[in-house]
């Protein structure tokens, strides 16, 4: 999840030593850059292309892994799901060449910016109000996912059955997000900097591969008094297919945090570019196939939302696959509150036309109620919402938007703006932007109709 410019690690590899989040996370127009625009070609202290692999990688892995088993086992078993994601990798890996090609093109160095410089101010502004959308839906996602692990990982700590836990006051759901949220996550998420980035990149990795091998350990040799659900081979209607996009889309969404990354590599061309996005896409692929295909073996049609829900709550290998997550969630939640923080930022300075506030007690007052109103929503909508699947089919719709819908408006505009003979292959790149911005739409329209549908339906049965 993921996530999402959520895991970027920059200070690991000498870009900048200023807690990395001025010039990386989802920059807002109205905070001044380090590196100017254009200095990029020349960058001798830059990320290298396995330095760039690592954080793309790291980008994309998230807490979205968790939902894969219950995509597969939506999208109808084993070969719909494998076959959805290596149609979607083409598109993915082409959408982050097409952003960089981008921000070549238009000097600029973070998605908005790029969009906005393509695009034009009123599609920047969408976008500027999509990615807060969408790092406020990862947020509430986070929180649940902190609830679900927590349940079950102070049954393993109290080696009691798992009714007998839930009739604690301690164990409740909403109790333990609400402490681990006021306590933790709060704290963490109101300062101007973030200095523990590269710490949470870290674990985040250790996290997330160690989530993948003990789902993998757990297919291979699972419990002897175990049997899984019904494992269907094949999807009911061709429309299945289409409720694993969110799920993939979440997973696979590193594109707004890849700008930053392209920028700040040694050698920001295109081709070098390209060799680093397929290789960390292909890895990517692998360790959620992997989580996907082995969670969805290992429990059929009875999997959850959160494949680590499946499990029983006194086996110690995955009691520490719980921790890991928490810990992955808590230090990542105050990141991704930071960039979508900076960008409402952005949108109020420029709506009130106004440079940035060089007044610091009006600066403070301003962060501190924006991250309290932020973290007040999150945590509310958390309470009341204990499915992550509910959260990930909203905001994964949004997330094919900046896969597909927003790269592919950027290649249009762009080749537009040419002023060449109209070649063949200019031709071929305009309709393959039209290409993508028809199935990114097709993509958003169709999950979030869905998610409002199936919500409807669930309210409507209760």
């Known amino acids: 999840t993921a996530q999402s410019s959520v895991f970027n690690s920059v200070g690991d590899w000498g870009y900048s030593e200023d807690a990395g989040e001025r010039a990386w996370l989802l920059q807002s127009p109205s905070v001044d850059s380090i590196q100017a625009p254009g200095q990029s070609q020349q960058r001798r202290d830059g990320t290298s292309a396995f ?29 719909a799901g494998v076959v959805l994601q ?18 070549q093109v238009s000097n600029e160095s973070t998605y908005q910016e790029v969009v906005r410089a393509v695009c034009g101010k009123v599609l920047g502004v969408v976008c500027e109000i999509a990615i807060a959308v969408y790092t406020f839906g990862t947020c509430i996602a986070f929180l649940i996912i902190i609830g679900d692990q927590l349940d079950k990982l102070i049954g393993a700590m109290a080696h009691e059955s798992e009714a007998a836990v839930s009739s ?33 990149s870290m674990l985040s990795v250790i996290g997330t ?5 003990i789902i993998i350990i757990k297919y291979i040799w699972p419990d002897k008094d175990f049997s899984p659900g019904n494992i269907p081979t094949s999807p009911a209607s061709w429309t299945d297919v289409f409720n694993a996009m969110p799920t993939i889309c979440f997973g696979f969404q590193c594109h707004v945090s890849s700008v930053p990354v392209f920028n700040s590599m040694k050698k920001a061309e295109i081709r070098p570019w390209g060799g680093v996005v397929t290789l960390g896409m292909i890895i990517c692929l692998f360790v959620y196939t992997g989580t996907g295909v ?13 494949v680590l829900m499946s499990y029983p709550s006194n086996d110690i290998a995955v009691a520490i696959a719980r921790a890991f997550i928490i810990i992955c969630v808590v230090t990542s939640y105050p990141i991704l509150h ?20 060089t007044d610091v007690a ?27 699947g509910r959260v990930i089919s909203l905001i994964g719709g949004l997330a094919a938007c900046f896969i597909f819908v927003f790269p592919g408006l950027c290649l249009i505009q762009a080749k537009l703006s040419e002023h060449d003979v109209h070649s063949a292959s200019w031709k071929m790149l305009v309709a393959y932007g039209v290409v993508m911005v028809t199935i990114g739409a097709f993509i958003f329209g169709q999950t979030t109709t869905n998610a409002i549908y199936q919500d409807i339906i669930n309210h409507s049965d209760s």
């Not at 793309?56 to 597969?72: D, I, K, R």
């Not at 290596?86 to 921000?103: H, Q």
């Not at 591969?209 to 091998?213: A, D, E, H, P, Q």
């Open 338 to 357: 930071f960039c979508g923080r900076a960008v409402v930022e952005g949108l109020w300075l420029r709506f009130k036309g106004e440079e940035v506030d």
């Open 51 to 79: 330095g760039a692999v690592f954080i793309v990688v790291n980008a994309a892995l998230g807490a979205g892994l968790l939902n894969f088993p219950a995509a597969f086992n939506m999208a109808g078993g084993v070969t």
């Open 294 to 306: 082995c969670g969805f073996l290992s429990f059929g049609s009875n999997v959850s939302q959160d």
């Open 168 to 200: 604690h006051w301690f164990a409740d759901r909403r109790f333990t997000i609400t402490v681990t949220s006021v306590l933790i996550i709060l704290p963490l998420s109101i300062p101007k900097e973030i200095g523990f980035q590269k710490y949470a």
């Open 86 to 103: 290596m149609c979607m990798l083409f598109f993915i890996i082409t959408g982050l060449v097409i952003l960089a090609y981008c921000s």
């Open 209 to 213: 591969w160690y989530v993948t091998i």
């Open 362 to 388: 009006r600066e403070r007052r301003r962060r501190v109620l924006q991250t309290l109103v932020w973290f007040c929503l999150t945590l509310l909508l958390a309470l009341f919402i204990p499915d992550i």
